[in-house]
């Protein structure tokens, strides 16, 4: 019994070491069939990524431009005109006024660069492509047929553009505003090349007018034996009248504005034939006397009139 209660001590410490070892040796792992990991999509994440894990897009690459786009881009880059030393009148920078031209116009913040149009021109429209960022206004100076019109343009910040267009009662100005730190351009204007050549012309027909049709005509030379007759156009002639050498057809004012006749002299079987002459304000000069003349014009209806020379006989008769 002694044996016994010895050698069961004895089984009861070896069993836990043989449970112990029995738990130390590896075990088969099974998977749990309860828990089915979701699927990962090859193009859609299964979770939202954080943000510093997200993985932003390719920039999209704008599509290049066409043929039509290129040449508009050429077309104002050649139509611009820029700023130039030679063209500044103090702080003004003066451009020479063209049709379809783009001026170029520097701007700053905090800056008022001032636009002056032509004395006397009437503002029409200002239109700006940017309203939001650019403080555009007008007002005028000066009175009567000095009154000027003045366009005023200030960015909110550097780094702007946009285009402004002008409309007035005489011309259309088109313009780039571009804004930088602090260069600005306090004022432009514009001389008119072409209003200058209109007023030279308009001198010119001034002092043409008042020289005499010719020279060296004597009162008592002169004949004023012509009939006028025939049709009632707005350019019949006022009168005909020679020096002996010259014949002078004179017409009313209103010669220049429409299309004027031309002259035909006209034989004695009525046949008209074409004749030089020369035209002297509102006077026709024929150097030669003639007996009979014609003044045709039109296509369908013809407008004629007459100018025929008469005797002394004649004239007594009309006369009476």
């Known amino acids: 019994m002694?044996?016994?209660?010895?050698?069961?001590p004895v089984f009861v410490a070896v069993?836990?070491?043989?449970?112990?070892?029995?738990?130390?040796?590896?075990?088969?792992?099974?998977?749990?069939?309860?828990?089915?990991?979701?699927?990962?999509?090859?193009?859609?994440?299964?979770?939202?990524?954080?943000?510093?894990?997200?993985?932003?897009?390719s920039a999209r690459r704008s599509p290049p431009p066409s043929p039509a786009e290129l040449r508009v881009r050429a077309a104002n880059r050649r139509a611009t005109l820029e700023?130039?030393?030679g063209g500044y009148l103090n702080a003004v920078q003066v451009y020479p006024f063209s049709e379809g031209t783009i001026y170029h116009v520097f701007t700053a913040p905090e800056r008022v660069t001032d636009i002056v149009l032509q004395p006397g021109e009437t503002l029409g429209?200002?239109?700006?492509?940017?309203?939001?960022?650019?403080?555009?206004?007008?007002?005028?100076?000066?009175?009567?047929?000095?009154?000027r019109t003045h366009v005023l343009v200030k960015?909110?910040?550097?780094?702007?553009?946009?285009?402004?267009?002008?409309?007035t009662d005489k011309r259309t100005y088109h313009l780039a505003l571009t804004s930088t730190d602090r260069a600005a351009m306090s004022a432009l204007s514009w001389t008119y090349p072409q209003d200058q050549l209109i007023a030279l012309k308009a001198a010119a027909e001034r002092a043409r007018a008042e020289q005499p049709i010719a020279s060296g005509l004597q009162v008592e030379q002169l004949h004023f034996n012509y009939a006028i007759s025939g049709d009632q156009p707005?350019?019949?002639?006022?009168?005909?009248?020679?020096?002996?050498?010259?014949?002078?057809?004179?017409?009313?004012?209103?010669?220049?504005?429409?299309?004027?006749?031309p002259l035909f002299l006209v034989d004695s079987k009525g046949t008209p034939s074409l004749v030089n002459y020369r035209v002297e304000g509102r006077f026709y000069v024929v150097d030669r006397i003639f007996d009979a003349a014609e003044l045709r014009l039109g296509f369908k209806?013809?407008?004629?009139?007459?100018?025929?020379?008469?005797?002394?006989?004649?004239?007594?008769?009309?006369?009476?």
């Not at 002694?2 to 069961?8: G, I, N, Q, V, Y």
């Not at 088969?28 to 939202?48: G, M, W």
């Not at 050498?245 to 006749?261: C, K, M, S, W």
């Open 2 to 8: 002694k044996f016994a209660c010895l050698a069961a």
């Open 83 to 85: 700023p130039s030393t």
């Open 301 to 320: 209806h013809q407008d004629i009139v007459r100018i025929a020379r008469v005797g002394e006989a004649d004239k007594r008769r009309r006369r009476a």
């Open 234 to 261: 707005v350019w019949r002639p006022l009168r005909a009248f020679d020096d002996g050498r010259q014949t002078f057809i004179e017409f009313p004012p209103n010669l220049g504005v429409g299309e004027a006749p």
């Open 155 to 167: 960015p909110f910040t550097a780094g702007l553009s946009t285009n402004l267009v002008i409309t």
């Open 15 to 57: 069993a836990p070491a043989f449970a112990q070892t029995a738990a130390m040796a590896p075990v088969p792992i099974t998977p749990d069939v309860s828990y089915s990991a979701p699927l990962v999509s090859s193009s859609i994440a299964p979770y939202p990524l954080a943000p510093s894990l997200m993985v932003a897009p």
């Open 125 to 147: 429209a200002v239109a700006a492509g940017d309203t939001v960022r650019w403080v555009i206004g007008d007002t005028t100076s000066g009175g009567g047929d000095t009154k």
